[in-house]
């Protein structure tokens, strides 16, 4: 889940609970034959590490958490009766930006990495979404509709101040992320189809200079395809999107958006990617709208390790920063 609606609904989220009807039963999914769950490693794929935050309902409303690579030492850090959603660690790996209505409508907030003091960033009476930190942690990038009803991507200083337009158009965006040089700006253009009202019928991956100019289209494919983020090289790209059936997967593909491989390749859902810190594994949410968690993939065995088995929803985990 990418995006929400001021009601709190994602337009993304409505699109995939329509396109997906398989079910867990119990615990069991599924997925091929790299399937498992968290063990002592059997094989010469090394156990991923460090930290990840997620989102998560287990406590009744969306809230920000942080783990183990491994699944344990699960801690709830928003813990607001709001919605709290999105993470975006700072470079160094001390702060987590997020955003909540707490305040009424939609801002983006800073929490210290163990949840205490958290502060609202952007405090304007328009909604402010989904925000990424910049490599060098000097400036934000973040979608709002606060000048247009379309949503258009922004940066503002890392204090709040200094906001920049990025995006001037009539379509959607959503989701930047930055380049690990910091020049460049991934993110969404939702284009709306003939009929289309929900904008969600098409996204395609952009690019673009970090000041705005020099948009360039990176994905020309059929259905929703969103979430993009540059491995840490930044020789390679992954994001989600529907495969040729149809059924949400994780790809990776060139910097320079070719070669899209499908790496998931599952009966699952399969969205919001993360690359760990040393780009050998991505963490992602899988499920149905029965059930959603978190899992990692190992990039190149494809091996994959559930983190989590909640009855509610667990997904869009990031990686935290400088750690192997």
């Known amino acids: 889940m990418?995006?929400?609606?001021?009601?709190?609904?994602?337009?993304?989220?409505?699109?995939?609970t329509f396109l997906f009807t398989v079910v867990f039963s119990g615990i069991l999914l599924v997925c091929g034959s790299g399937c498992m769950t968290l063990s002592p490693d059997q094989s010469n794929t090394e156990n991923p590490a460090g930290t990840l935050s997620f989102l998560t309902t287990r406590d009744g409303n969306f809230e920000v958490y942080s783990m183990d690579a491994s699944g344990q030492n699960v801690r709830n850090l928003t813990n607001n009766t709001a919605l709290d959603f999105w993470s975006s660690w700072s470079p160094d790996g001390s702060q987590i930006l997020f955003y909540s209505n707490r305040d009424?409508?939609?801002?983006?907030?800073?929490?210290?990495?163990?949840?205490?003091?958290?502060?609202?960033?952007?405090?304007?009476?328009?909604?402010?979404?989904?925000?990424?930190?910049?490599?060098?942690?000097?400036?934000?990038?973040?979608?709002?509709?606060?000048?247009?009803?379309s949503r258009e991507?922004?940066?503002?200083?890392?204090?709040?101040?200094?906001?920049?337009?990025?995006?001037?158009?009539?379509?959607?965006?959503?989701?930047p992320t930055w380049s690990p040089d910091g020049k460049m700006?991934?993110?969404?253009?939702?284009?709306?189809?003939?009929?289309?009202?929900?904008?969600?019928?098409?996204?395609?991956?952009?690019?673009?200079?970090?000041?705005?100019?020099?948009?360039?289209?990176?994905?020309?494919?059929?259905?929703f395809d969103s979430g993009a983020k540059f491995s840490p090289d930044g020789k390679r790209i992954a994001f989600y999107g529907p495969a040729?059936?149809?059924?949400?997967?994780?790809?990776?593909?060139?910097?320079?958006?070719?070669?899209?491989?499908?790496?998931?390749?599952?009966?699952?859902?399969?969205?919001?990617?993360?690359?760990?810190?040393?780009?050998?594994w991505i963490a992602y949410t899988s499920g149905t709208p029965a059930q959603y968690d978190v899992w990692v993939i190992h990039v190149e065995s494809r091996k994959k390790i559930r983190l989590t088995n909640g009855p509610k929803r667990n997904e869009t985990p990031v990686w935290r920063p400088q750690e192997q």
């Open 2 to 16: 990418d995006t929400l609606r001021a009601n709190g609904v994602s337009i993304s989220d409505i699109k995939r």
């Open 104 to 149: 009424g409508n939609n801002d983006i907030y800073v929490m210290e990495a163990d949840g205490s003091r958290q502060r609202n960033l952007s405090n304007h009476p328009s909604h402010d979404y989904l925000p990424a930190w910049s490599p060098d942690g000097t400036r934000i990038a973040f979608t709002s509709d606060r000048d247009h009803k």
């Open 153 to 175: 991507i922004y940066t503002m200083d890392a204090g709040g101040s200094g906001i920049a337009r990025l995006t001037v158009n009539e379509e959607f965006e959503e989701v």
């Open 185 to 223: 700006i991934l993110f969404t253009r939702q284009i709306a189809e003939p009929g289309d009202t929900s904008h969600a019928a098409n996204g395609e991956i952009f690019i673009m200079d970090a000041d705005g100019k020099n948009e360039k289209r990176l994905t020309v494919k059929k259905g």
């Open 244 to 280: 040729e059936d149809k059924n949400f997967e994780i790809f990776i593909m060139d910097s320079g958006g070719g070669n899209a491989v499908n790496v998931t390749d599952d009966i699952s859902e399969d969205y919001s990617p993360s690359w760990s810190s040393d780009g050998k």
